[in-house]
């Protein structure tokens, strides 16, 4: 047991991470950008500040930028962070910032999301024909259940502690899923661990964007 510890902390120490930044010509971030890496599964949504992050991407990876309408690429070409500046929606400047590098994991833990279950856009939750959001997702996302009339995403650890996690909608803390409209969900993702928001997310962190970008 103590064998596998270690190997599986190597295996997270040796993991690289890409931290990234996409600002609009102002200086101000731009949110809610799903970046992908070609050809592979993991990717990252731009948080209210614009940030993003992924881990291990290769030298050689092309990284995809999409947000409704406006889609690019954009090459690594050995960059280990790249902070894209866009203008009127389209490209105007990338470059690798070794502030970016230097915050490490700060980015990834959080937005990276390499389980596809684990992330729903609006539109395939509309789909369903549900228009009650909680219900909704209920249907749709594996081990999130409703335990005592609370959410849970870790099922019942206690007979008199509260289940519900941490719900977060375009970074704003709400208590409940009633007050969301499903017509303005851009996307909804869980964060099954928590621990980048501290005791806030021992049970977890349900993250909602709305529809919009940041001007």
């Not at 040796?14 to 592979?40: H, Q, T, W, Y």
């Not at 930028?65 to 889609?71: A, L, P």
Request: charged letters at 25%; glycine letters at 12%.
């Amino acid at each position: 047991m103590l064998l596998a510890g270690v190997v599986a902390f190597a295996q997270k120490e040796g993991d690289i991470p890409f931290n990234g930044l996409i600002i609009n010509e102002a200086g101000k971030g731009v949110s809610r950008f799903k970046v992908k890496v070609k050809g592979a599964r993991a990717h990252a949504l731009s948080d209210n500040q614009g940030r993003f992050g992924l881990t291990n991407v290769p030298a050689d990876a092309v990284l995809q930028f999409s947000y409704k309408k406006i889609e690019f690429e954009i090459p690594v070409n050995g960059r280990r962070s790249m902070r894209v500046i866009l203008v009127a929606g389209s490209v105007s400047d990338v470059e690798e910032s070794q502030e970016l590098i230097d915050t490490g994991y700060g980015y990834v833990k959080r937005r990276e999301l390499t389980q596809r279950s684990d992330v729903i856009s609006g539109d395939e939750l509309r789909s369903l024909g549900q228009m009650d959001l909680q219900e909704a997702l209920l249907g749709v996302m594996p081990g999130l259940q409703l335990i005592n009339g609370e959410l849970s995403l870790r099922g019942s650890t206690s007979l008199n502690a509260s289940t519900r996690p941490l719900i977060l909608v375009d970074g704003m803390e709400t208590t409940t899923l009633s007050t969301v409209s499903i017509n303005e969900v851009e996307s909804v993702s869980l964060d099954r661990d928590g621990s980048m928001y501290g005791i806030r997310g021992a049970n977890g962190v349900i993250l909602i964007t709305l529809k919009g970008a940041s001007k």
